[in-house]
Structures are given as C-alpha cells and as structure tokens.
C-alpha cells in the first residue's frame, strides 16, 4: 500500500494528477489494496466521475463488507444519472446478498430487465442466484438457474443454495446434472455437496 501512496505522490508531483482517468486508476488501486478511506478520498476529488470510478467504489467497499455503504453509493449513481453496466450490478448484487438486502435484489433485478441496458451474462446469473439463495428465495433462485449454459461457479451457487435451505435430494440431482454437463467441480461444489450428504444421513 506504500508503493501506492507513493505513486500518487509522484503523479501529483508530475501535474498529471487532476485527470479523470488518473483519478479513477488510483480509486481502482487503492480499492483493490483495500485501503477504501484513501479510495473515497480520491474518489470524492473528482469532479466528472465516469462510470469506472463509481462502479469501482462500489465493489471496493462490497469487498470488505460495508454493503450499505455499497448500496448507498449505487444510489446516489443512479441521482447523478449515471448508467451502470454489468460489472457494476454484480457488485451491487453482491452486497445484497451479503446484507441480506431481498427486497433491494429484487428491486436490481427488475431495473436490469426494465431498462435492457444490461446483457444478463453469466456472472450476472450466477450473482442472483447466490443473492437469492442467501436471502431466503430458493425458488426464485432456481428460475435464475434454469440457464443453457453454466459454468463451475453458477453450479456450485445452485448446489450450495440448495443445501443451505436442506434441500438435499434436489442438491444431489443438480450435482448429477453438472456431473452429466461435464463441468468440472471445484471445492465449493464439494462444500454443497457434503452438506446435502450431511443432511440425508
């Protein structure tokens, strides 16, 4: 983190630190070491913030656990009329999944469908997948789900979902499926898995 102070102080001393594109890649750097109290104080000295200044704030403060003020900062995006795009909805999802935000989640959902700004990828899917299923919405979480193609980790959110809520036999079936998708598992999956085990006895 040094280094990186370090090399603020070498652009402002350079006269090339007023930019926005330098401004924004020091957010991203300072976020990225978790130093999120000097990424806001760059942040905050923007004047024309882009959507990669917000988008990184966001995920920087999900990261370390402070989904409100994740959630506080995807609204005032949203006043100040700026549009956010894949990257920046997975982040938000992911603080809702992490506080337990259901009705926020839902709320995101249906502003990427309402808008059909944003594509809803793969990580995208697989974000409300894990969002619903820690919120306590399994079956909608399993309509998230029902997507033609999955990689390890939309698997692996589905398998774990299930077995929060001791949905055991439909845990070990989405196990066989991927199994059968030929995916590859990771340890994640084994997580799920071993806990619907756990369950069946």
């Excluded at 926005?20 to 957010?27: D, G, I, K, N, R």
């Excluded at 990184?56 to 989904?67: D, N, Q, R």
């Excluded at 938000?92 to 709320?107: F, H, R």
């Excluded at 820690?134 to 698997?155: F, H, L, N, S, Y």
């Amino acid at each position: 983190m040094e280094e990186g102070r370090q090399v603020r102080a070498t652009v402002l001393k350079s006269g090339f630190g007023s930019g926005p594109s330098v401004e924004t890649a020091l957010v991203n750097l300072y976020a990225k070491c978790e130093d999120i109290v000097l990424a806001r104080k760059v942040f905050d000295e923007i004047t024309d913030r882009n959507l990669a200044a917000w988008s990184t704030m966001i995920s920087g403060h999900a990261k370390i656990g402070l989904v409100n003020e994740a959630l506080s900062l995807f609204g005032d995006m949203q006043i100040v009329g700026v549009v956010p795009d894949e990257v920046t909805m997975v982040s938000v999802i992911s603080a809702c999944a992490a506080s337990g935000a259901l009705d926020t989640g839902k709320w995101v959902q249906a502003y990427i469908i309402k808008k059909q700004l944003i594509e809803t990828d793969l990580k995208l899917s697989t974000a409300l997948i894990n969002m619903y299923a820690k919120c306590g919405w399994i079956e909608r979480a399993k309509e998230v789900d029902a997507m033609p193609v999955k990689d390890t980790k939309a698997w692996s959110s589905m398998i774990v979902g299930l077995a929060i809520h001791g949905l055991a036999e439909d845990d070990l079936e989405e196990f066989s499926r991927m199994e059968k998708a030929k995916v590859e598992p990771n340890h994640v999956t084994f997580i799920g898995v071993l806990s619907a085990c756990t369950i069946v006895g």
